[in-house]
Every structure is written in C-alpha cells, then in structure tokens.
C-alpha cells in the first residue's frame, strides 16, 4: 500500500534554531498534504494545509511566520520550524490525500524537543 | 513492527442501518482517538478513550476501547447521509514514541 515517510523521527536542537521536517508521498503522487500537531495526551491539531504549487493555508492561531511550510513536488512537502522554542517541543504529523483513490495516508510523525 | 489495521475497508448502507468498524492494534495502545474525513476534507477529531473497556457515546455514535487496549470499535446506529466519510482509528503506543494510524473505514450510506 502507499506509504508516507517523515524525517527525521526525533530531533532535538537548541532555543533559537530552526529545524525542518519532511514529509514524502512514497510511492504516489499527492496534491495536498495536512499538517497535524499533538500536544502530550491530546488529539492531533490541524495546523496548515499544503497545497502543491501554492501557497499553505493556515488554521487559526497558527503563525506562517513561525511554521512554513513548502510544497514544492508532488511527493514533498517540508514543515520548517523557525526560531523554534521549548513551547514548540511537540509531535508533528502529515497526511498526504492520494487524489487517484481519495485516500488519505498519515506519516509516523516526528518528535520535536526544544532545549 | 507495529501495526493497526481496521475492518471493514469499505462499508455501504442504507440510510438507517446500522455500521460499525473495528480497529486492532498489534501492540498495547496508551490510548485511541477516532478521526472522521469527510469527502475533501482532513481528518477531524472525534474522541478519545484512555480506560481498559471505556465506552462513551456521542449521540448516535458508540465508541469502545477493549480490555487490552489493543482493540477498539465505532458504532452509528441508525446511520445519516452526513455519516458519510471515512474513519480512522489511531493512538500512541503504550511503550514508544510512535503515533499509529489505521488505515480507515471508507462508509457510503445511500439515502
């Protein structure tokens, strides 16, 4: 079955940095991809939807600033984290919507801690 | 490795039946939260149950954790045209960092 891949699994970096995290469309060809957060013990959070070729649309309370997002290729979108913070330190999700079956497939995640 | 599966695949109805979907986790899950697309749309959070054997019902829909915390079931009675989507069960697992999905339950419900 098709598969999304996320890298990396776990990042650790300090106050002030920036990281980024991808996230791939294996083996098919994905328009949109969502982003989710999950604080600890909590449901994911939809943050932004990454359209291919377009601009991320962001949810409410989410600062583009803060996360951009790039969807440059029909299999990658990238979530960068700027001037990250330890109130940043979360777990990131994407989704990506394989348009051919309107099928929606999750990546494993990443583990974000902010020192 | 790790691994959630979910059954039905597809599941089609008329409207008012009932539907159910299963979620089986091969490893000991923390928790189990359902997810509910709707056609164009992103997985949108419904609940989340944490306790071995938890029930909890949202109006029509049922939703049980089992007594291993490897298992979980939705249930809609009488089910609506607005049921329509598809459900995903997901959770952490109970030693990891990982966050697993199943790979959903598509339902069609023909009115």
């Known amino acids: 079955g098709a598969v999304v891949s996320q890298h990396p699994s776990r990042v650790i970096c300090k106050s002030g940095t920036s990281v980024k995290i991808e996230c791939r469309s294996l083996d098919f060809q994905a328009t949109t991809m969502f982003w989710y957060r999950q604080f600890p013990k909590q449901s994911l959070m939809l943050m932004a939807t990454s359209n291919e070729g377009s601009k991320a649309t962001y949810e409410q309370g989410v600062e583009k600033d803060k996360f951009l997002i790039n969807h440059a290729s029909l299999t990658l979108s990238t979530l960068t984290v700027t001037s990250a913070h330890p109130e940043d330190s979360s777990f990131y999700i994407c989704s990506a919507e394989e348009l051919s079956t309107d099928t929606q497939y999750f990546g494993p995640g990443t583990r974000l801690t902010v020192l | 490795g790790q691994q959630v599966m979910q059954i039905p695949q597809y599941q089609h109805v008329q409207e008012g039946e009932d539907f159910t979907t299963y979620c089986n986790s091969s490893?000991?899950?923390?928790?189990i939260q359902w997810y509910k697309q709707r056609p164009g749309g992103h997985p949108v959070f419904l609940i989340q149950l944490v306790k071995s054997g938890e029930v909890k019902k949202q109006k029509r829909l049922t939703f049980q954790f089992g007594e291993a915390k490897k298992n979980s079931s939705l249930h809609i009675t009488a089910t609506q045209t607005t049921d329509v989507g598809t459900y995903f069960c997901?959770?952490?697992?109970?030693?990891?960092?990982?966050?697993?999905f199943g790979p959903g339950t598509r339902l069609s419900v023909l009115p």
């Open positions: 490893t000991t899950l923390s928790n």
């Open positions: 997901a959770g952490p697992l109970l030693h990891g960092q990982n966050f697993v």
